[in-house]
């Protein structure tokens, strides 16, 4: 070793050669690498998705779950199948062995279940991909005091010119109702006319398409033939003919029925800062840099928002990069300041010159480190910018300890070129023993595989090339550099202030070490035995400590941000006005939560300590729903609000402020969850136990009897489960009299189903959004039971009898949500 430190030192071109290579290919690298927020994260799950709509929680899993399950089983690489049966929809996750050919697995699952022809007619086409992580980098919050149809129409509008930047691939519009065109007829007109639903929706599938009609072959070219009829718009449906009156003339549908050109029946609202509202989400997509598409997306709303329409507004609900931004800020913060107190420490004890060739050796390794980005596969994010966080104290103990020995040397009397090469030669071994078992410590990270290991591979791998650049810089390049150094000697006459300050440091310093450090030193060798006993006597009150419970251990520490959730889940069923009401109670106490926020503000332009606040009902927003089983529907909906940083809020933390709006909100009534988090990240709850069984009820039944048991042990809170009781249904069943009129239960089901759900007679593509026709009953004549025994059942022959007639009801409730794993 000493021989190959001694080329170096003699050859001091090539040790500056060498750092400026380091250097070059770091900030080289710096300007080319993606930023994002996290890493690409490859999952080893595939999605199966398939909407039965309108069908209950049971209907779903015995028709569409229990199908694709039988398909899918024994699949070569599957670990474990998880099914979900909710209302309208079955989605089935696959997980993966992950040593499994993910492209074959998936072409294996495709080929099965698109083998299965038994499902029922009214379920649509499955739907199979992989699932990927979509990256946020921001989320734009439309609002304005207008109606739904404007504020969409704003958001599209947004959209398409958000992509039409280069810099921007991926934008969605979120908790956007879908279009939907209603032909509402009653149950009178039906009767008036003799019509039916399945009449009705026949006529508009006749009347309402395009076909393609060949060629004519002319003596003076090709001529297309196109027969075009298809309707777009609820207006133009109205003139097509369903049937014909008795005196020949036509009956129109716009004659018999109510068109209602506007969006699905579905309980979807948001609401920002007190004003109807609609997300935008931009993403980032492949290769994409995150702080590029923020740039882009801040310079787009800063034309957009002079053009918008009165009353209406466009502001950043969420921002990713900013978490980068202050995340690169930090790292360079703590780069410069432990630079700097490396130079003034090292300086007070060794010449000023050495201190500065060892604190180079920081920004050195760092950017060598950067500079092996590319091929190691990483990027500037969150993790690797961890890496950098957790190693910038260490890598500058190598050139520290390097650097200490060649002075030491030097003032024994030793030529710099000597005290260079003998003293880094003396300290090679440890110095390099000292970088392995560190990087040893690390290398799990990077070499384990599958799952979240290789999310997290970023800081062990950045830590591990940190250290790989900081060995070479302090064994190579710096004693090149130390090498050329001017030896002074203590006391000499030409001594400036810094060295005289120096001279007193390092004598009070040795005093020191004569007068208390050897001494204590002696008496410990002396007393070895009295000394290790007291080690393994701190070892013994430590793992006490530990095992008492006194000193926590969280594998992953809940994170405070600034942002607060309130999610709240009432019983199945709930009116969706109940929930907004609730809702709108959460809105009121979070401006509560502001004033009380905002009291310690000096003047009324001092900003308020609340941003935003942002409130939906029907689907949860933000990270609050995350590990959550409530689904969508009326009965669910959640408050988010957004705080300003700590230190403009008058210095009270995010749980702090949760905690003081839940006091604000007090007990919402029949609210069966209600909770409040103000964590930024979170694994989730400590403990997770899951129950099997083949019946839902008993196992209903059993997950009550435990969440009982564990709530009587001292220190355990918050106990919940996943067991929902789902909506209050009536179950028909056709009557055995009803057989003799030819009726089924397929007859029944299916004109109930047209009734109350709506017949589907087509889609229509319109731009971007594929609407649908619906024909069903009004919206006045589904609102109560009276409406299902008014109704009429019509059998083959066109006789009318009424539904309670024909059908036996059985009163019940169904669940919200059946979950399944492994076919149970």
């Known amino acids: 070793m000493q021989r190959l430190i001694a080329w170096w030192v003699d050859n001091p071109v090539a040790a500056n050669l060498l750092m400026l290579l380091f250097v070059a290919g770091g900030l080289i690298s710096l300007s080319q690498l993606r930023k994002e927020e996290f890493p690409n994260l490859e999952l080893d799950y595939i999605q199966v998705t398939v909407p039965y709509l309108g069908a209950a929680p049971e209907e779903v899993e015995a028709g569409v779950c229990l199908r694709i399950e039988e398909a899918i089983e024994g699949t070569e690489g599957i670990r474990k199948i998880t099914t979900s049966a909710a209302e309208g929809l079955c989605s089935v996750l696959v997980q993966l062995h992950h040593d499994a050919n993910k492209s074959k697995a998936l072409d294996d699952v495709n080929a099965r279940v698109y083998a299965i022809n038994t499902f029922p007619v009214e379920a649509e086409r499955p739907v199979i ?12 919050a439309i609002s304005g005091n207008t109606d739904e149809r404007a504020l969409k129409e704003l958001a599209e509008e947004v959209r398409e010119e958000l992509t039409e930047d280069p810099r921007i691939s991926q934008v969605r519009l979120q908790y956007a109702r879908p279009y939907e065109i209603a032909v509402e007829v009653s149950e009178r007109t039906l009767r008036q006319y003799g019509l039916t639903f399945d009449r009705i929706a026949q006529a508009i599938r006749d009347a309402s398409l395009d076909v393609p009609g060949g060629l004519v072959k002319s003596a003076g070219g090709e001529i297309l033939l196109r027969a075009k009829g298809q309707r777009y718009t609820g207006e133009e449906f109205r003139d097509i003919v369903v049937t014909k009156r008795a005196d020949g003339t036509a009956l129109r549908l716009g004659e018999i029925a109510t068109l209602v050109d506007g969006f699905e029946d579905t309980d979807l609202r948001v609401r920002y800062d007190g004003k109807p509202a609609l997300l935008l989400q931009v993403s980032r997509v492949g290769e994409e840099d995150t702080l590029e598409i923020a740039r882009a997306v801040k310079d787009y709303l800063g034309r957009k928002r002079a053009q918008l329409p009165e009353g209406m507004a466009i502001d950043i609900s969420r921002d990713e990069s900013q978490d980068l931004v202050d995340r690169l800020d930090a790292l360079l913060g703590n780069a410069w300041s432990g630079l700097v107190l490396v130079v003034v420490v090292l300086a007070l004890f060794l010449r000023l010159r050495i201190a500065l060739w060892v604190s180079v050796g920081m920004p050195v390794a760092m950017l060598g480190a950067l500079a092996m980005f590319p091929a190691a596969g990483l990027t500037i994010s969150s993790l690797s910018l961890m890496g950098f966080l957790l190693v910038l104290g260490i890598i500058v103990d190598d050139a520290t300890v390097v650097g200490e020995r060649v002075h030491a040397f030097e003032l024994e009397g030793m030529a710099p070129r000597e005290a260079a090469i003998r003293g880094t030669s003396e300290v090679s071994v440890p110095v390099i023993f000292g970088v392995l078992t560190t990087q040893a410590a690390f290398l799990p990270i990077v070499t384990l595989e599958g799952g979240m290991a290789s999310f997290f591979a970023a800081v062990g791998l950045t830590v591990v090339l940190c250290l790989c650049f900081s060995l070479l810089e302090s064994q190579l390049v710096l004693p090149a550099h130390l090498a050329r150094q001017t030896v002074r000697r203590a006391g000499a006459r030409d001594e400036n202030w810094l060295e005289r300050l120096q001279d007193r440091i390092s004598a009070r310093l040795e005093r020191l070490i004569a007068d208390s450090y050897l001494p204590l030193i002696r008496r410990a060798i002396a007393h070895r035995y009295v000394v290790c006993a007291i080690g393994v006597a ?33 019983p199945e069923g709930t009116p969706a006005e109940v929930t907004q009401q609730a809702a709108r109670r959460l809105e009121a106490s979070a401006e509560a939560l502001r004033e009380r926020l905002d009291r310690g503000r000096r003047d009324d332009a001092e900003p308020s300590a609340v941003r935003h606040v942002m409130a939906s009902v029907g689907k949860r927003v933000g990270r609050g729903s995350l590990g959550s089983d409530a689904g969508e529907g009326s009965h669910v909906a959640e408050v988010l609000v957004e705080l300003r940083p700590y230190a403009e809020r008058g210095g009270m933390g995010s749980a702090e402020a949760a905690a003081l709006w839940r006091e604000l909100t007090g007990p919402i009534p029949d609210a069966l969850e209600l909770t409040f988090t103000a964590e930024a990240f979170s694994a989730g709850k400590p403990i997770d136990i899951e129950l099997r069984g083949r019946d839902v009820r008993q196992l209903g039944e059993a997950a009550a009897e435990l969440r009982e048991r564990l709530a009587r042990y001292d220190g355990v809170f918050d106990v919940s489960d996943t067991y929902r009781a789902g909506k209050q249904e009536i179950l028909l069943a056709i009557r055995s009299e009803a057989e003799l009129l030819g009726l089924s239960q397929r007859d029944l089901g299916r004109q109930v189903r047209q009734a109350f759900y709506g017949e589907e007679a087509q889609r229509v593509q319109r731009g971007r959004d594929d609407v649908r026709v619906m024909v069903r009953l009004p919206q006045a004549e589904r609102v109560s039971l009276g409406d299902l025994e008014n109704m009429r059942i019509r059998t083959a022959q066109g006789v009318e009898v009424p539904s309670m007639s024909v059908a036996e009801t059985t009163v019940g409730r169904g669940h919200s949500t059946i979950r399944r794993v492994d076919g149970q």
């Open 129 to 140: 991909n992989e699932v990927t992580v979509m990256t946020t980098v921001m989320e734009l």
């Open 538 to 570: 701190v070892m013994i009150v430590m793992a006490g400590l530990l095992a008492s419970g006194r000193i926590v251990f969280q594998y992953f520490p809940s994170v405070e941000g600034d942002r607060l959730f309130a999610s709240l889940t009432m």
